[in-house]
């Protein structure tokens, strides 16, 4: 890498955003792990400086604006001006349309697309002053539909066409927008949603394996591995796109 670069990556808790994390200390960049709760932050920061990593836990709730802004000024003082973001902190609140609240449709809209819009739009500043920025965003295979979802499907589809027009509007800055859209992830909110069906995880992940082309569920550091290649400088030509990373082709 030309410069070492900060990154901040949302939930970056646990998950797939501590994954990301892992993988972008190990490319050699300063992390920003950021979640709702600093204090949860603690273990990935603790792993990443270990191995040798510079990582600072950040708290912050993505859908407040000004603690957003609070965040991303604290990112710029203590690790440096972040260039490269992630948008992955995410919820579910899981129900059939005639069942759901409209607590439920606001809390999930809110954390996904006022999220990603929010830190995108603080981050953003520094990616057109360095002129160099990348931006993830975590969509999902739900974006194509999923029964009990229409709240979280509805959100990763936004997030696909506010990836796109991020890609339009920032690319004369040399910043790129990509979204992946991880199939089955092997994660704690997979875990909970086997519990919310009612099936022990394991079968849960058998059965889903047998639909997947590849036969096996994914893992956190599959999606940190595309991560890797789109915030890259090689990946510079790449915007605008959504990458189903799903064992297997999805529409």
């Given amino acids: 890498m030309a410069q070492q670069r900060t990154a901040i990556i949302t939930g970056a808790a646990r998950g797939i955003g501590a ?111 360095a002129e160099f920025g990348r931006i993830v965003n975590l969509s999902s295979v739900s974006a194509l ?7 979280y499907s509805a959100a990763k589809a936004g997030m696909q066409g506010f990836t796109k027009t991020l890609a339009i509007e920032l690319g004369r800055w040399n910043v790129t927008a990509n979204a992946i859209a991880p199939g089955f992830i092997e994660t704690e909110m997979t875990a909970q949603t086997a519990e919310r069906v009612g099936v022990p995880f394991e079968q849960f992940k058998e059965m889903a394996a047998k639909q997947i082309p590849v036969a096996r569920v994914g893992q956190p550091e599959d999606i940190a591995h595309t991560a890797s290649f789109l915030v890259s400088e090689g990946a510079g030509f790449v915007s605008g796109q959504v990458i189903y990373v ?5 529409d």
């Fill in 145 to 151: 539909g999923n029964r009990g979802q229409v709240n």
């Fill in 19 to 129: 994954a990301v994390a892992r993988r972008f200390a190990q490319d050699g960049m300063q992390v920003a792990v950021l979640d709702l709760d600093e204090a949860a932050c603690k273990g990935t920061v603790e792993e990443i400086q270990r191995a040798g990593g510079e990582a600072l836990a950040v708290g912050a709730d993505v859908a407040d604006e000004s603690s957003v802004a609070a965040a991303v000024e604290r990112v710029a003082q203590e690790l440096g001006a972040p260039t490269v973001l992630v948008n992955n902190a995410g919820i579910t609140r899981d129900n059939l349309l005639f069942k759901m609240s409209v607590a439920d449709w606001d809390a999930v809209m809110g954390v996904h697309l006022r999220g990603a819009f929010l830190m995108s739009r603080a981050a953003q500043k520094h990616m057109v002053e």
């Fill in 246 to 250: 799903a064992g297997g082709p999805r």
